[in-house]
């Protein structure tokens, strides 16, 4: 578990070799101190400001270290709730080294640990869980769809709907411990079934949720989509004309492609990874062979499929794809007069020509596979998935005593447990191992 104590941490928070600017950032009580004689403009620092000065010391070298731009955040209004400096100088990996190793000197400082700047935010309650673990997932996006879902639980969008379930648990719950209080005097109590609609609710809104975990994890790794089909039908000719690169090797001779090649591209908003593949046909030739497994295997897990065929090769495809959405694609319309009607695109890699309609049915075949969630709610995460699938458990149990006539107390037993297990999105339970496997994912300086 990360220490919560009262040390200042102190850290480079920005990932090396990537020169321009380097932040270093230093948080606890111990921060104005640490960074006091080696700044010039230590005297001006005015909280939310941003004060220009030298940085000079006798053990950072002769003469001035460097020019630098220091930001202080009083605590409790910063982002750790405590004093917290952020300190901008070039982006040197020597300059980054030396100075966080002469602020290390300074008496009550420690390198931080990593995600250790996020856990301090969480535990004085700047953030709940389901917010740092958005800051991660803000930081590794890769594209439009999965940073505007960073965004949107950054924003709160997870912890305010969890918040939701919970005041509804909360709403039964009352109802029942005032009937457990009660439970010996002449009063009409309202009846157990009643429990049974806002019970169908949370459930409903819980398999609402699982549901949207398929699509969360295509937002965090992409949606696989291979071009299958029979040797130089032209699926790597295809290949490098979508993303727009000489990436495959084209050979008129077919067994061009052994090995799968992989490389995305961003439709939609949407990371789609191309996987370019061996053309597959019965082989003698043992490397062939294994090219040839390892796309059926992309065909097993792909989200969508694009289906190459053309006139000079004779395989059929039909029958390598079952139930995966496909593009049925006929290419080399270059060299027919009359391509077949039953195909989705009509193409020539030579020409170009189809390249657009593909493009196109590509975009629509995305915005089918996205899912607007529950409240703007997607499930990212197997920890959140795994809370959730619990919840849904519990739920039921709920359900299952409500029907069967419990007592009140069995009842609001099952509640108070489902109530924990949710409290777990937002770190109001978490055991501490959990939170310390999800804060030391973070990389140090975060
Ligand atoms: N005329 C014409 N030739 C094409 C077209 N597309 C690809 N070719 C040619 O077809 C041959 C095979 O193309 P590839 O892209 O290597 O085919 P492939 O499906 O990747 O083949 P394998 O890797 O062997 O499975 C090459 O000579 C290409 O130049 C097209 O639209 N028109
Ligand atoms: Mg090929």
Same mark, same amino acid.
């Given at each position: 578990?990360?220490?919560?104590?009262?040390?200042?941490?102190?850290?480079?928070?920005?990932?090396?070799?990537?020169?321009?600017?380097?932040?270093?950032?230093?948080?606890?009580?111990?921060?104005?101190?640490?960074?006091?004689?080696?700044?010039?403009?230590?005297?001006?620092?005015?909280?939310?400001?941003?004060?220009?000065?030298?940085?000079?010391?006798?053990?950072?070298?002769?003469?001035?270290?460097?020019?630098?731009?220091?930001?202080?955040?009083?605590?409790?209004?910063?982002?750790?709730?405590?004093?917290?400096?952020?300190?901008?100088?070039?982006?040197?990996? #020597?300059?980054?080294?030396?100075? /966080? +190793?002469?602020?290390? *000197?300074? &008496?009550? $400082?420690?390198?931080?640990?990593? %995600?250790?700047?996020?856990?301090?935010?969480?535990?004085?309650?700047?953030?709940?869980?389901?917010?740092?673990?958005?800051?991660?997932?803000?930081?590794?996006?890769?594209?439009?769809?999965?940073?505007?879902?960073?965004?949107?639980?950054?924003?709160?969008?997870?912890?305010?709907?969890?918040?939701?379930?919970?005041?509804?648990?909360?709403?039964?719950?009352?109802?029942?411990?005032?009937?457990?209080?009660?439970?010996?005097?002449?009063?009409?109590?309202?009846?157990?079934?009643?429990?049974?609609?806002?019970?169908?609710?949370?459930?409903?809104?819980?398999?609402?949720?699982?549901?949207? #975990?398929?699509?969360?994890?295509? /937002? +965090?790794?992409?949606? *696989?989509? &291979?071009? $299958?089909?029979?040797?130089?039908? %032209?699926?790597?000719?295809?290949?490098?004309?979508?993303?727009?690169?000489?990436?495959?090797?084209?050979?008129?001779?077919?067994?061009?492609?052994?090995?799968?090649?992989?490389?995305?591209?961003?439709?939609?908003?949407?990371?789609?990874?191309?996987?370019?593949?061996?053309?597959?046909?019965?082989?003698?030739?043992?490397?062939?062979?294994?090219?040839?497994?390892?796309?059926?295997?992309?065909?097993?897990?792909?989200?969508?499929?694009?289906?190459?065929?053309?006139?000079?090769?004779?395989?059929?495809?039909?029958?390598?794809?079952?139930?995966?959405?496909?593009?049925?694609?006929?290419?080399?319309?270059?060299?027919?007069?009359?391509?077949?009607?039953?195909?989705?695109?009509?193409?020539?890699?030579?020409?170009?020509?189809?390249?657009?309609?593909?493009?196109?049915?590509?975009?629509?075949?995305?915005?089918?596979?996205?899912?607007?969630?529950?409240?703007?709610?997607?499930?990212?995460?197997?920890?959140?998935?795994?809370?959730?699938?619990?919840?849904?458990?519990?739920?039921?149990?709920?359900?299952?005593?409500?029907?069967?006539?419990?007592?009140?107390?069995?009842?609001?037993?099952?509640?108070?447990?489902?109530?924990?297990?949710?409290?777990?999105?937002?770190?109001?339970?978490?055991?501490?191992?959990?939170?310390?496997?999800?804060?030391?994912?973070?990389?140090?300086?975060?």
């Amino acid at each position: 578990m990360l220490p919560f104590d009262q040390d200042t941490i102190a850290a480079i928070s920005t990932p090396p070799g990537t020169g321009g600017l380097a932040i270093i950032r230093l948080s606890g009580p111990h921060s104005l101190a640490a960074l006091k004689p080696l700044f010039s403009g230590a005297d001006k620092l005015k909280p939310r400001y941003a004060t220009f000065g030298k940085l000079s010391h006798p053990d950072l070298g002769e003469g001035d270290f460097d020019d630098c731009v220091v930001t202080f955040f009083k605590g409790p209004n910063s982002v750790t709730g405590e004093d917290l400096l952020e300190i901008s100088i070039h982006g040197g990996a #020597y300059l980054q080294q030396k100075l /966080l +190793e002469v602020i290390l *000197r300074a &008496p009550h $400082i420690r390198p931080a640990g990593a %995600g250790e700047f996020t856990f301090r935010s969480f535990m004085r309650g700047r953030i709940d869980l389901s917010r740092a673990e958005a800051v991660a997932d803000l930081i590794h996006a890769k594209d439009e769809a999965a940073h505007k879902n960073a965004r949107h639980q950054l924003g709160g969008g997870l912890r305010d709907l969890v918040g939701e379930m919970s005041d509804k648990l909360i709403q039964i719950l009352t109802v029942l411990e005032a009937e457990l209080d009660f439970s010996d005097q002449e009063i009409d109590f309202t009846p157990l079934e009643s429990l049974l609609a806002p019970l169908g609710e949370l459930k409903d809104t819980t398999t609402a949720l699982l549901d949207t #975990y398929f699509y969360g994890r295509r /937002l +965090e790794e992409g949606f *696989r989509v &291979p071009l $299958i089909g029979a040797p130089n039908s %032209g699926k790597s000719s295809l290949f490098n004309l979508l993303l727009g690169e000489e990436r495959a090797i084209v050979t008129p001779q077919a067994g061009t492609t052994r090995d799968t090649i992989e490389k995305t591209i961003v439709v939609a908003g949407h990371s789609l990874i191309l996987v370019d593949t061996a053309g597959i046909r019965k082989t003698g030739d043992e490397a062939e062979y294994f090219g040839v497994d390892r796309s059926l295997d992309e065909i097993e897990q792909a989200d969508l499929v694009i289906l190459v065929q053309a006139p000079d090769t004779t395989t059929k495809n039909a029958h390598y794809v079952i139930n995966t959405p496909q593009i049925t694609v006929y290419n080399k319309i270059d060299l027919v007069t009359t391509p077949p009607e039953d195909k989705d695109i009509h193409l020539s890699c030579t020409t170009g020509e189809g390249l657009d309609t593909l493009k196109r049915l590509l975009y629509k075949h995305v915005i089918n596979m996205k899912n607007d969630g529950v409240q703007g709610v997607i499930l990212n995460s197997e920890r959140h998935r795994d809370i959730f699938n619990r919840f849904d458990h519990q739920v039921s149990n709920c359900l299952t005593a409500v029907q069967n006539e419990l007592g009140p107390e069995y009842i609001a037993s099952d509640l108070r447990l489902a109530l924990d297990i949710l409290g777990e999105i937002t770190g109001k339970t978490t055991p501490d191992d959990i939170l310390n496997q999800i804060f030391s994912g973070f990389c140090v300086g975060k």
